[in-house]
């Protein structure tokens, strides 16, 4: 609606044309300056007092040309590409002759184009360096070279204050990316992305939690080729996301894309090629091994038990000898060296008027998991066009195909037991992988029992075939478009408008094949298959007035307003169908029984207004303020406002005349700010009391009310003051950045906080709570030496965040506790961290039948008041045996109950951050790049589900230290099938996750461009890289860089066997010509 | 020409800016979902939260029958029995356990009130949906309101009483208990005022025991007055429904149509289940030894059957495995499996209501109108008749044991213990914790034996989850520490 308005006033003013008098026509001749040789084609313009092309022509073949001009003392300009514009006062002449420069003679003078770079917040056009706020910059130049496939992947552990960890090391896998810690408990700690001075979508279908919402969709961050990147802002304070507004509580990333600039045409190729290595994976219990643990579990379990199941038994004589008594090793036969190729292609270029960049990117790669993979193909036009001196045209337009295939998995993305490589480390391993007949020849197929002692094929089924023959598959369409539109009203007023469209389609197939589970016709699911549909368009538009007026003294001004609107539209649709004869015909509308169809939509809208203001006062004060209110579409009427404002000073002491005379100074700035930010509601119409259908009775149907009306739901802020210093010494070798913030969330929107059930709900949405992240940020650059042929620096930076609950509500509860295996309590504690595990302590293992006994305080055992014998050590309600974990009995009840439960650790790191080391000489230049984190802690689950000898999954051979008989000591307990308390939720499975990595060592050569012979050829670069070669680690687990994905805050620092990161090895090229 | 344009762009500008349509703009609603301005235009409206309401209801038979079987002695512990319920089978109880969520009901109770609430101004906006629909629509409503407080009290004796639907979150989400003869005279009231409204029938069997019509509510309220002593009331309920004519005990040879096929003519009122609308209860799968038996037949009390009747093996259980049959079988032979295992679950019958005017009569010392009518059921099960001493005592335990015969593992039994068990204070407190150690451990017999005398102790602890979010619910007395 507003867009419209605006795009028809636009167009009515694109029409307001010049007015048209008398015309003459002017003829003349167009040669080279040196040759004199006429030019065949070249362009003639008039151009008026504002620049804009009136008319045109172009010469013949003997390089003539006539042109008709309109009006008094009319201007030519003269164009031929190679050649440098010119321009002519025509004065009464009616024959013009003109002499051409050719631009050959200056290729090697370096092109500098006058434009503000670096635009600080996104939105206005401020530098960096004038800014009073913390932004830290990263120019993409500095990550050539690197076999990256995302934007989140190339930034981590090289800002400072920005924690990025994988999610999964599967192809198109997201990237966790936190910004001063959690703000909030709503599970999306992920910030906003300004990708061109638009908010940029990184989620699709949020609001559906139906079905299975993906949180790994979040994906490939950006879908957008690292190549097509000049430069990532990352804006950390609350003063400059302010202007974010209510998106902005986690903070900003600001990327600009590159265009093209006013030069000769240029091509760049950029070529990589990557093999990427599994890391090796947790020693696994052999077939043998397995079956003996098998039989202890179950003889513990039911000593008077005698009978052995047969697949256990090793007999010749049974008809699936064959396929059992094997030896597999589930996990390497899922397994596959992935490759990487990725393939760029961009032509830059430009004249006076139109300026272009236009690219074109293909990314194939193959995942270290059977199955899995990504292709990519994108594509890319950034155009400048400038109508005249006061009128630009900017239109961006980008199209991404993504086409990624996972792993088939069931239900939500984190369901543990449903993934592929968590079954491979399930999977019974005396189980054969394709099955035999009962002579021993291989029948061809894959070995998928309906039943096997491990449990239903359904359960059970066969990894490898679901990693071959099962579908995971999404097709993604995006286009994005951004048109802009720039008018300089007065000297020093400019007017832009935006249009941007976000247009994304997703198609996602999903299959369980039958050679994977072998379940028969007639079971729900036989070829299991679904389809689904997600669309997603967004609308925004912007209306900007900028005001920067020249002002003599010193004063610097820019006053800016904003008016912007954002629209966004969802709808999803699926269907579901199983019981389809053949796993080829997987379509679901392919006769199958148990259809399901499903769909849903949802729209947001939000308005914004925004006034800021920046002042310098010649180059030594600076200030900045401004206020935005944001409406949503997700609250009431009542709240549905939020304001917030913003206020910075700086204050550069190197540019005070009492400094000026310390030359080893070159920079220094003292700064400080506060800010608001605001957090809406998630889900759509979450304020509203909706009546939606649900079951009814008999043949009746029902409709209940969902949920109440939230009169009260209001915005979570998050206000931060910052305070901090950059600081450069002797001419720029020396570059320090620290700051120190203390940022504060109240209000917290709690989507499932319980509330009594006596209302007729269990759980509403509601803001509580208070939160604070304090912490601070180092960064350093050390250019150490940059002499003629050799140059060394070095970068680090290192930070700390101390994330604490201040504040829950008095009746606040969310735990749901019984003394149950393999659960953490979930609490939320004030004056701890979220992500805070709580659990027992484990202190081994009973040795003998008689140390299972209770102490008092005072180290006394506890007797049984009516017998006087000790009390027999209670968990729950069954008595612990020999062999059994040991807890500590805080309470000293000779009871391991909820009471026993305290603080085992967090999974916040103490600190991180990340260091680089960059060599050159000559042409050649090492670069290298470490990432690390100090003092998070991690639930190991994978280990925790391969000790546990609890159930009849395989174990890791750690368990081959098993207690087995009394008297033996160690640190494992007995095997025991479905019974006892093994392996509560304690310290055994918490361990310290910190870790130095190796991220990037890439090896390069430059050539010089006057050592290039080539015709053509301006430059060629050829580079090795190296990608996560080690990794310094006391965490037993695979990866200690366990990443937080879901929306479960619960969920944090749980490694749950996802892919680790794969070790890869690039060979990459990019030339220039 | 140049300011022209200018003033163009100012006021395009300013036309985007102060369009007082921006707040509509922001006013969205859901496609797929009504909001609750939409909602309750039509007689449709009211009926889908009606349905909705039995259905939440229906969704808890399984429990019901739980909190009403468990401790009464007659049922014991199965193979597959889940761990909460085996604790308090076996007498230990906390307020950790499952088995004390009353979340279900109070959704059954939300969904009443509004009804109760809304369903009025519905008759103003649809001309179709008369007065008098709306009266019977409320008397189920109702209907549904207190028989879920007549469970909540049964079990945890007090609990709050919300009369109120919540409907936005500026409502006290943090209500105290109320106390017993609050919600009691509560439920009185509005059933009187339901059984003034109800419908006598809806025109289809499976509607007529399915949903609350006069004598579902007739019969409930006869419970009730049962529950409070007041004898006379109880009685002039439970004529009203014996004396209709629309119910008739069953005969020896089809005692098992009561649940199988169900909806049998002595049936009053039965949650309906059926494969035809996709529901099942879950009582096959629980009941069944196929399916893993999460509970059997006490064995210790068997020998309350007379070889002769009816109700004995084959019918209330099975020979083997014990299974309790009345959930699991189609006839005393083939077991009910997949294809019909969407038994309904009885909540009245006429041997019910006949059984609770004798008690009726008991109370009231006329033994001998009593005994006819014990004796009228033992006849018709193939059991001779039986005489007594006219003393209280005993025709308690005749009674007590005839409804063990006809009700068992209906969910009625523990209920009845409590009933007969606290009347004239306490005088039969001996008989309910019998029943209560009856499927305890040997080792823990002596101690429960001590801990039952508290008659607190009969009543179910709130669930920790209530007491931890809402501070203002004090736990029972029995489980306070």
Redesign the interface.
């Known amino acids: ?2 867009s419209n ?2 795009l028809i ?1 636009t167009i ?2 694109l029409c ?1 044309n010049g007015f048209v008098d008398a015309q003459t026509i002017i003829r003349g001749l167009v040669t080279d300056s040196i040759s004199g040789e006429p030019l065949l084609g070249a362009t003639v313009v008039q151009i008026d007092q504002s620049n804009r092309f009136i008319n045109g022509t172009i010469t013949d073949v003997n390089g003539n040309y006539s042109i008709k001009i309109s009006g008094e003392q009319p201007t030519l300009g003269f164009s031929y590409i190679g050649y440098k514009f010119k321009t002519l006062e025509a004065g009464d002449r009616k024959e013009i002759h003109v002499q051409l420069v050719g631009q050959r003679e200056e290729l090697d003078e370096v092109v500098v184009v006058a434009e503000r770079t670096n635009a600080g917040d996104g939105l206005s056009n401020i530098a960096v360096r004038d800014l009073a706020t913390s932004v830290s910059s990263i120019d993409m130049s500095d990550l050539e070279g690197m076999p990256v496939a995302s934007v989140a992947e190339a930034l981590q552990g090289r800002i400072s204050g920005v924690d990025i960890s994988y999610t999964s090391g599967d192809p198109g896998a997201g990237m966790s990316i936190k910004i001063r810690g959690n703000t909030s408990l709503n599970g999306n700690s992920q910030p906003l992305i300004i990708l061109d001075g638009v908010p940029y979508e990184t989620t699709i279908g949020a609001d559906f939690n139906f079905l299975d919402a993906d949180v790994a969709d979040f994906g490939s961050l950006v879908d957008l080729s690292p190549a097509d990147i000049k430069s990532i802002q990352v804006l950390k304070d609350a003063a400059s996301t302010a202007v974010w507004g209510s998106k902005a509580a986690n903070g900003v990333i600001v990327i600009t894309t590159k265009r093209g600039i006013n030069r000769k045409t240029q091509f760049v190729l950029d070529y990589r090629a990557s093999y990427v290595f599994e890391p090796k994976p947790l020693p696994m219990l052999d077939g043998d091994q397995y079956v003996r643990l098998m039989l202890d579990s179950k003889f513990n379990r039911n000593p008077t038990s005698t009978s052995i199941p047969d697949e256990y038994l090793n007999d010749p004589n049974s008809p699936d000898y064959y396929n059992f008594n094997k030896n597999t090793n589930w996990v390497e036969a899922i397994n596959q060296n992935g490759y990487t190729n990725d393939l760029n292609f961009s032509v830059a270029g430009g004249g006076d008027k139109a300026r272009y960049r236009a690219s074109v990117g293909y990314y194939d790669q193959k995942g270290t998991t059977i199955g899995t993979g990504l292709r990519r193909i994108s594509t890319r036009l950034n155009l400048d066009y400038i109508i005249s001196n006061r009128l630009k045209l900017t239109s961006d337009f980008s199209y991404t195909n993504n086409d990624r295939d996972q792993n088939y998995y069931d239900g939500e993305w984190d369901n543990r037991d449903k993934q592929v490589r968590a079954l491979a480390y399930r999977k019974a391993p005396h189980m054969s992988i394709y099955e035999y007949d009962p002579l021993g020849n291989l029948t061809g197929n894959f070995f998928s029992p309906v039943n096997s002692r491990q449990g239903s094929g359904e359960s059970y089924p066969n990894p490898v075939a679901l990693a071959k023959d099962g579908i995971k598959n999404d097709l993604k369409d995006r286009v994005l478009t951004n048109f802009q539109l720039e ?1 300089n ?2 000297p020093g007023l400019n ?1 832009y408008a935006n249009v941007s469209f976000d247009i994304v389609n997703n198609r996602g197939t999903k299959l369980l094949p039958e050679s994977a589970t072998g379940v028969q016709m007639g079971n729900n699911a036989l070829n299991r298959t679904q389809t689904k549909e997600d669309n997603q368009s967004i609308i925004q538009t912007f ?1 900007k ?1 900028i005001y920067n007026p020249e002002l003599r003294g010193g004063h610097d001004l820019m006053i800016l307003g904003m ?1 912007s ?1 954002y629209d966004k539209y969802a709808s999803q649709m699926s269907l579901a169908s199983s019981g389809i004869p053949s796993y080829a015909l997987y379509d679901p509308s392919n006769m199958g029984i148990n259809d399901q169809a499903t ?9 914004s ?1 925004l006034l800021n203001a920046h002042y310098i006062y010649r180059d030594r004060y600076i200030l900045g303020g401004g206020i935005r209110f944001d ?3 997700r609250f009431g ?1 009542n709240n ?1 406002y939020g304001s917030f404002p913003s206020l910075s000073v700086a204050w550069r002491l190197s540019s005070e005349e009492f400094m000026s005379s310390l030359d080893w100074l070159s920079d220094f700035k003292l700064r400080t700010s506060y800010g608001v930010n605001g957090f809406p509601a998630q889900g ?2 979450e304020y ?19 949920n ?6 209001r915005w979570e802020t998050t206000t931060q003051f910052d305070y901090g210093f950059d600081l450069s010494l002797l001419n720029y070798k020396i570059t320090v950045n620290f700051d120190v913030y203390n940022k504060f969330t109240k209000d917290i929107i709690f989507a499932n906080l ?9 759980t ?1 949405t ?1 803001n509580w709570g208070e939160m604070r992240n304090k912490g601070w940020e180092f960064n350093l650059i050390l250019n150490v030496v940059n002499k003629g042929n050799f140059s060394f620096d070095f970068d680090f930076n290192l930070s700390r965040n101390r994330n604490i609950i201040e504040k829950i509500p ?4 969310n ?4 003394v149950e295996n393999g659960e953490y309590a979930r609490r939320i504690v004030e004056g701890y961290p979220i992500g805070s595990f709580y659990g027992f302590i484990y202190q081994g293992v009973y040795s003998r039948p008689e140390d299972v006994i209770g102490y008092d305080n005072e180290g006394n055992v506890i007797l049984d008041p009516a017998t006087g014998e000790p009390l027999p050590l209670m968990i ?2 069954i008595n612990v045996g020999a062999g059994d974990a040991i807890y500590e009995d805080i309470n000293y009840d000779a009871k391991i109950d909820e009471l026993d439960i305290v603080y085992l650790g967090d999974a916040n790191p103490d600190f991180y951050g990340g260091f680089g080391l960059n060599f050159r000489y000559k042409n050649f230049s090492l670069n290298s790049y470490y990432t690390y984190k100090i003092g998070q802690d991690v639930i190991n689950e994978t280990r925790m589900y391969t000790e546990n000898m609890y159930s009849m999954d395989n174990q890791s051979t750690a368990v081959l230290r098993r207690w087995r008989k009394d008297g033996d000591v160690t640190d494992i307990p007995r095997a025991l099938y479905v019974q006892g308390y093994n392996w509560l939720g304690s310290d055994r499975f918490v361990e310290d996750a910190s870790f130095l990595g190796m991220r990037t060592l890439t090896l390069a050569y430059q050539t010089s461009a006057a050592a290039l012979k080539i015709k053509g050829i301006s430059s060629i670069k050829g580079y090795v890289t190296g990608y996560n070669l080690f990794t310094l680690t006391n965490y037993t687990g695979q990866d200690p860089d366990v990443g937080f994905s879901g929306t479960d805050p619960f969920a944090i620092g749980k490694d749950r066997s996802k892919t680790p990161k794969p070790v890869s090895f690039t060979l990459g090229i990019n030339m220039t010509f | ?1 140049k300011i ?3 003033v ?3 006021s ?2 300013a ?3 102060g ?1 007082q ?3 509509e ?12 301005d939409e ?1 309750w235009m039509s007689q449709e ?1 009211v ?10 209801f ?2 808890e038979v399984k429990k019901l029958l739980l909190w009403g079987e468990l401790r009464g002695g007659l049922m014991s512990e199965g193979r597959n029995i889940p ?1 909460d319920p085996s ?1 308090i089978l076996k007498g ?1 109880v906390t307020e ?1 356990n499952s088995l004390t ?3 279900a009901l ?2 059954v ?3 009443a ?2 009804i109760i609430q809304f369903a009025p101004s519905v008759v103003d906006r649809d001309p179709s949906f008369s007065k008098l629909e709306l009266n019977q629509i409320i008397s189920e409503a109702l209907f549904l309101r207190s028989i879920s407080y007549f469970y909540l009290v049964r079990t945890f004796k007090e ?2 009483l ?1 009369l109120e ?7 006290d ?3 105290a208990k109320s106390t017993e003869e609050d919600i009691m005279s509560q439920i009185i009231s509005d059933l009187n005022r339901a059984l003034d409204n109800a419908v006598i029938s809806f025109g289809s069997v ?2 007529d025991k ?1 949903r609350a019509t006069r004598y579902a509510i007739g019969a409930l309220l006869a419970d009730v007055y049962l529950w409070l002593d007041d004898y006379n009331n109880a009685i002039i309920h439970c004529d009203e429904i014996i004396g209709s004519g629309r119910f008739a005990l069953l005969g020896a040879g089809n005692w098992f149509q009561n649940f199988y096929p169900g909806n049998s003519n002595s049936s009053i009122f039965e949650i ?1 289940f ?1 494969k ?2 996709g529901t099942t209860p879950g009582l096959y799968e629980t009941f069944s030894y196929q399916r893993g038996r999460q509970y059997t037949i006490n064995p210790r009390i068997l020998d309350i059957y007379e070889p002769e009747d009816v109700r004995g093996l084959g019918t209330t259980y099975s020979s083997n495995n014990l299974e309790i049959w009345k959930y699991v079988g189609i006839n005393p032979e083939e077991e009910r499996g997949d294809a019909y295992n969407d038994n309904n679950f009885i909540i009245y019958r006429l041997a019910d209501i006949m059984l609770m005017k004798a008690e009726a009569l008991i109370q009231l010392d006329n033994f001998d109108d009593a005994l006819s009518i014990i004796n009228e059921i033992r006849t018709k099960r193939g059991i001779g008749e039986t005489s007594m001493e006219p003393t209280k005592e005993a025709f308690e335990d005749l009674l007590l044991d005839e409804r063990a015969r006809e009700l068992a593992a209906e969910g009625k039994f523990w209920f009845d213990l409590i009933r007969i068990g606290k009347r004239d204070n306490y005088r039969r407190k001996e008989r309910v914790i019998t029943a209560l150690i009856l499927n305890a451990s040997a080792d823990v017999i002596l101690s429960l034996q001590t801990k039952f005398q508290d008659p607190n102790s009969w009543f179910l602890p709130v669930s920790r ?2 007491l ?4 203002n ?1 004090q736990q029972n007395p029995y489980y306070q520490n």
């Open positions: 609606m507003k308005s605006f006033l009515a003013f307001v008018f009203i007065l007017y209306n007035l008016f609107t769909s849903a939509q949802s729209r947001i809208r939000t308005l207004y409406g949503d579409s009427r549905r759509s119409y509203l009391a909706k009546y939606e259908s649900s079951y009814g009775y008999m043949d009746m149907n029902g409709i209940r009310l969902g109440v009306q939230l009169n009260n739901l319980s509330v009594p059930s006596t209302s007729g709900f269990s509403m509601s008095e009746n606040y509860s735990e749901v506790f019984g729950g309600n | 020409m022209f344009r200018i163009i762009f100012l395009s500008i036309l985007l800016l369009n349509a921006c707040s703009w922001l006013n969205l609603l859901p496609e797929d979902e009504l909001v609750s909602f409206d009926e889908s939260v009606l349905s909705n309401t039995y259905g939440t229906s969704g761990s604790r230990d950790t969520s009353w979340s109070y959704k109770i939300n969904g009130n509004q609990v709050p919300i639907p919540y409907t936005s979150d500026e409502q989400y943090y209500p499976e509607y399915g309906q059926s035809r609308w989850d209530e931890q979010i809402n501070t619910l």
